[in-house]
Each structure stands twice: as structure tokens, then as C-alpha cells.
């Protein structure tokens, strides 16, 4: 263990990257493979097209072409990086672990490197890690990628779920930022009553996948019962999370939330009185891209220049397990 006066004060982002598939599937597409409609869509999700991974294309692909773009902004190397976080539900194989793959590709030097699967609060749950990584000693640059193609186990003929989701990834590395900066509070959590809410049941060793169980390799959800999970979880997480900060509601910029539905986010930005300039939005353009919802998020906030050094923002996020995390980061 490091001594005390050489652990680093501060921990947050050096750099971020994003990607996303070029092939877009538009709620128009969809309405010629389900019974559905753009109006039904987009009043109950707010989703518009989403993207999707070319046939043949590894999930990993994405992942590391988000690294790249990470380390690039960073001004690093893959030489530099002595960890690597892969959050995904969707990983290339069972194994190897997708980390180990994007490893070797990129040519990192051997390091500890681990997949780390919490459905849509990967992303979250990657980023404390890191952050707790790096402020103990243990680690001094990781790589955190959140990667998921839900497209590869998404059942085309249940509009109840094939209208939520699409692919993507992003990538931050975490190390030591000035002080006063970077990561100032966590939350987290799992509340396993609800594993099942959110499930896909082939693949693992309990229902090892065989052609008896196709339709089992699809995600299938309790739809009501996963929005009621997250209404409630939203707004105790920002506040545990800020209250780790020693920051009030009043002081947050910017809010990025994992994005799974337009009602959800409204309503956690009535509970809080943000306004839409203050949030987030980006899930008409994506739809709910699990693992990558908030490294997308902050792209597009950049994109749009809510996020500019300064900037007091809250990253919250949820999904099966049912699990939970908000982080509050000053950019």
C-alpha cells in the first residue's frame, strides 16, 4: 500500500470516447416487423430510431474504438493504462472476458483486467470501481468501458421490448484530476427481490442454451414493475450521492441519467425542478443502450456544450438485478 501523503486528493475523468453502429433502425422500420406505430413508440418511450451493430461485427469493436478515442483525449497510451474495468450484459463470448480481449487488441501490458456485468448500471458501478482503484494506490490510470449490443438478444416480435433498445459504447479513463475536481460522491446498490424483473435465461449453466430453449436467449421484462423500481430508486440515489458530496440539489449543473424512458426521466426532473437545459436527453436519437446510456450522455452533453470545465453534474443510472448507482462528478 502506497503511503497516505502519495495517494492522489482528486479522482475523476482524463478523457472519454464514444461509438456507435452506423446502421440506424428507425421507429418507421419497426413498423413494418411489429404491431406497432412511431406514435405508439414515441409516447411511451420518447425513442425515435436507434442504432444497431453490423451482422459479424463483435461487441468489443465498439468498445475499443470508444477506448481509442479515450486515450487519445487523455493524451495517453495504452502502455499507460494498468486497468481495465468492460461493463456489459452482451459480452463476445461467455468467455474469454471481453477485458481480456480489448486488452490484447489494444496492447495494454498485462494488468488486471475484468468484465463487470450490472445490466445498465454497469457503466456506474465501473466508474466507483475505478475511482476507488485509483484513490487507494492500487491502480493509477484505468480504462472503464461500458459496451453492450442489447440488437444480438432483443426478440423482434415483442414490441414490448424491441422498441427500447439499440447498441453503442464509451470509455473514460479515471486517474488523478487537480483538486477539487473529478469524482465527489457515490451510491450504489442491488435490491436481488427483483432479479428476475429483468431476465434472460439461457446462456448460463442453469439453462445452458440448446435448441430447445431459443426463445429463452431473449431479454424479457416485467415492464411496470421495472418503472415503478426506477421512479423510486432515482431520486434517493442522487440524494445519497450528493449528500457523499456534501452538495445540494441546488448546486448540480447537470443531470445524466441512464436513458430507459422519457417518463422516467420526466418525472425525476419534476422531483428536483430541473429544467430540459439541465438534463440530459438523448435517448430519441440511441434508445436505452444499457451499459453505454451514460458515456453517451456525456458526450452529447459536450456536443451540445452543457459540459465544460466546471461543470457540477450527477450521473444516475438502473437496471436488472435490480441495481442502482449515481456518482456526482465535477467535469
Not at 431520486?235 to 441546488?250: R, T
Amino acid at each position: 500500500m502506497p503511503p497516505l501523503s502519495t495517494l492522489p486528493q482528486s479522482v475523476g475523468v482524463l478523457g472519454l470516447g464514444v461509438s456507435v453502429p452506423e446502421r440506424v433502425l428507425t421507429n418507421a422500420d419497426l413498423e413494418k416487423m411489429v404491431d406497432t406505430t412511431d406514435e405508439w413508440i414515441i409516447s411511451r418511450t420518447g425513442i425515435r430510431e436507434r442504432r444497431i451493430i453490423e451482422e459479424g461485427r463483435a461487441p468489443s469493436e465498439l468498445g475499443i474504438e470508444a477506448s481509442w478515442k479515450a486515450l487519445e483525449e487523455a493524451g495517453l497510451s495504452p502502455t499507460d493504462i494498468d486497468t481495465v474495468i468492460y461493463c456489459t450484459f452482451t459480452p463476445d463470448y461467455p468467455m474469454p472476458p471481453s477485458a481480456c480481449i480489448l486488452q490484447g487488441k489494444m496492447g495494454i501490458p498485462p494488468c488486471l483486467a475484468y468484465d463487470l456485468n450490472a445490466a445498465c448500471s454497469g457503466f456506474i458501478f465501473g466508474l466507483q470501481n475505478a475511482y476507488g482503484l485509483v484513490k487507494s494506490g492500487v491502480a493509477k490510470r484505468v480504462l472503464v468501458v461500458g459496451a453492450d449490443c442489447n440488437s444480438r438478444f432483443t426478440d423482434y416480435k415483442d414490441r414490448g421490448t424491441c422498441v427500447l433498445f439499440g447498441d453503442g459504447a464509451g470509455a473514460v479513463v479515471v486517474g488523478e484530476v487537480e483538486e477539487g475536481r473529478g469524482i465527489l460522491g457515490n451510491c450504489a446498490g442491488t435490491d436481488g427481490t427483483g432479479a428476475f424483473l429483468i431476465h434472460q435465461m439461457s446462456g448460463g449453466a442453469v439453462n445452458p442454451p440448446s435448441a430447445d430453449n431459443v426463445e429463452d436467449q431473449y431479454i424479457r421484462m416485467n415492464g411496470r414493475e421495472v418503472y415503478k423500481f426506477a421512479v423510486g430508486v432515482f431520486g434517493p440515489a442522487v440524494e445519497q450521492a450528493l449528500d457523499k458530496a456534501g452538495l445540494k440539489i441546488e448546486e448540480v449543473d447537470l443531470l445524466v441519467p441512464h436513458q430507459a424512458n422519457i417518463r422516467i426521466i420526466e418525472s425525476a426532473m419534476q422531483r428536483f425542478g430541473f429544467s430540459p437545459e439541465n438534463v440530459v436527453i438523448n435517448i430519441g436519437e440511441y434508445g436505452n443502450t444499457s451499459a453505454a446510456s451514460i458515456p453517451l450522455g456525456l458526450d452529447t452533453a459536450r456536443q451540445q456544450g452543457k459540459l465544460t470545465a466546471g461543470t457540477v453534474c450527477v450521473l444516475v443510472a438502473f437496471g436488472a438485478g435490480l441495481t442502482y448507482g449515481a456518482t456526482v462528478l465535477r467535469w
